[in-house]
C-alpha cells in the first residue's frame, strides 16, 4: 500500500523535496504513508456510514449535512497532522533526528510545515470522497434520502 499512497502525495501533489529525501524515506519506510492515505479514507467513510445510518432524528437538512462535511474534513485535518507530526519527529530513525537537531541543514524547519501540508492535502482527498460517499450512501439509507440534494 505504500506504492499506491506515496505517488499521491510526492508526485501528485508535488510534496517531495529532494533536499529533505530522509524524511520522505522515513515516511516511506515507517509506513507513514499508509497511515496518512487510510486516515483520508476511513474517517470520511466512518462519518457518512454515522450520518446516513445512525442519525434517525431530527431528519437533517442541507445545513446539517455541510456541517457534517465540515467536521469530517477538521477530524482527517487534525489525526493527518498529528499522524504526520508523530511519524516524522517521533521516528527511530537515527539520521534524522541528528538531521532535524543540526540547524544547518534545514530540516527542522521543512519538517514542521510537511504535517500542515499533508493534513491540507488528506483534508482536500476528504472532501471529494466524503462527497462520493455520501452521494452512495445516500442511495441506501432509510432515513436521509435527500441528502444532499
Not at 442541507?62 to 521516528?91: D, G, Q, R, Y
Request: glycine residues 4%; contains cysteine.
Amino acid at each position: 500500500m505504500k506504492n499506491i499512497f506515496a505517488p499521491i502525495y510526492e508526485t501528485w501533489f508535488s510534496i517531495y523535496e529532494p533536499n529533505y529525501r530522509l524524511l520522505f524515506d522515513t515516511l516511506y519506510n515507517g509506513n507513514g504513508y499508509i497511515y496518512l492515505g487510510l486516515s483520508f479514507i476511513i474517517i470520511p467513510l466512518i462519518c457518512w456510514y454515522l450520518f446516513y445510518y445512525t442519525w434517525k432524528f431530527p431528519y437533517g437538512n442541507f445545513l446539517h449535512w455541510l456541517l457534517w462535511m465540515l467536521i469530517a474534513v477538521v477530524i482527517v485535518f487534525a489525526s493527518t497532522w498529528s499522524i504526520a507530526n508523530s511519524e516524522i519527529f517521533a521516528s527511530n530513525n537515527q539520521k534524522l533526528i541528528e538531521a532535524l537537531n543540526d540547524p544547518e541543514t534545514g530540516y527542522k524547519e521543512y519538517a514542521t510545515s510537511l504535517p500542515t501540508m499533508y493534513g491540507s492535502i488528506n483534508s482536500l482527498m476528504a472532501l471529494l470522497l466524503g462527497f462520493i460517499f455520501a452521494l452512495f450512501m445516500k442511495r441506501y439509507s432509510k432515513v436521509q434520502t435527500h441528502l444532499p440534494f
